[in-house]
Structures are given as C-alpha cells and as structure tokens.
C-alpha cells in the first residue's frame, strides 16, 4: 500500500491593484500602468487594473464618501491588495487629483502594503514619486526603493513602449513586486494573526 506525500499548500496569489491616474483620453501614463499589470499577470499575479477614467470618483469629502454607495466595492478591492502600483502625470511636480482623490479615501486598507510608483514626466517626476513615498509612509505602507518615470513623447510612441531603458525598468520593477510582494504579504498576513507588537498590530 503507498500513501502520497503530502504537500504544502500553495501561497496565495500575490494580488495587485494597478491604478491609472490619468484622465487624459490618450494617457500614456495608462499604458505604461497597463503594461506593468500585463507584466505582473504574466508572473502569476491577479491583477485589478484601476483606471481613473472610466471609473471616476465623486471628490471625497469625509463626512459623506465613505457611505457612497460605491464605496464597499472599491474598498474592497482595496483590501484585497497586496501590491498598490500608482501611476500619475506629472502636474506642476506632484500627483494628478485624481490619483489624490482616490488616495485620500483610504488609510487603514495601505497599511503594510507594498506601493510601486510609475510618473510620466518631463523632469524625471522625482519630486512626484517622492510626495507619492509619502502618502506611503503616511498610511503606514511599504515602497519600492525606486520609482519608474518616463516621458510621453520619447519613451512611448505610436501606443507602444519604444525605450529600451523604460522597458528594462518596468521589467526590473515588476519583478522585484513579485519577489519583495510575496514576502511582505506573507509577513502581513501572519502579523495580523499573532500577538506580537509592530505596527501592524493596531489593525487587529
């Protein structure tokens, strides 16, 4: 009589929501985004693509957003996240409004969350992913130690990504959330079952 082996069972799917926070009809901030979750899919991910411009947000307001009745759905898929990847233009050296508005509805659901940032600009977006880092830090979330920025008119022509470079860095990118996600989710998971300090603890 042979008895089979038992085998561990497989980790979760690491699970990314992809946000495209343009509302420009010819973004080429959401085909970079887009490209980034067809990547991440790719590497066994699920991936919840965002795109600002088909599903708009009311501008929130504390007193009443949170009892819109599209709230639930979205902040479960919030919830639902492992990975936060936020793409944006660059406006005026910061996030779009309403990449900042969907921001602005969330705190808890970030918390020891990994974020990725992916900024068309004109001026390398530095001062973008870095206010972007700190919404991050503000709601208690995790961020890639570098960004990804691009300009429209030089590295995506034609609906397609032509530089070798942004290509190379979304390839780097999407890979190092799929490695650091799967561990910082793994870590996330167990801190908000067990007893021992960290910040996480206050989500309990």
């Avoid at 899919?41 to 965002?50: I, K, N, S």
């Avoid at 919030?78 to 936020?86: P, T």
């Amino acid at each position: 009589m042979t008895t089979k082996k038992k085998t561990a069972p497989l980790p979760p799917a690491l699970r990314v929501l992809a946000v495209a926070g343009s509302l420009n009809s010819d973004s080429v901030t959401r085909l970079v985004v887009g490209e980034a979750a067809r990547q991440l899919a790719a590497l066994g991910c699920e991936v919840d693509l965002l795109d600002l411009r088909q599903e708009p947000l009311p501008l929130y307001s504390p007193e009443i957003s949170h009892g819109t009745p599209a709230f639930p759905a979205l902040q479960r898929r919030v919830e639902q996240a492992d990975v936060v990847v936020l793409g944006t233009p660059d406006y005026h050296g910061s996030i779009s409004s309403a990449l900042k508005n969907f921001l602005d509805h969330f705190w808890r659901e970030f918390a020891g969350k990994i974020f990725a940032t992916i900024v068309a600009s004109h001026e390398k977006g530095l001062t973008v992913t870095d206010h972007l880092r700190t919404v991050a830090r503000q709601c208690y979330a995790w961020t890639l130690p570098y960004g990804v920025s691009f300009m429209g008119d030089e590295d995506v022509k034609n609906g397609k990504i032509c530089s070798a470079t942004l290509a190379q860095r979304l390839e780097m990118m999407t890979r190092d959330l799929a490695v650091y996600g799967r561990l910082l989710a793994a870590q996330r998971r167990a801190d908000l079952v067990s007893k021992d300090p960290g910040f996480m603890a206050r989500l309990r």
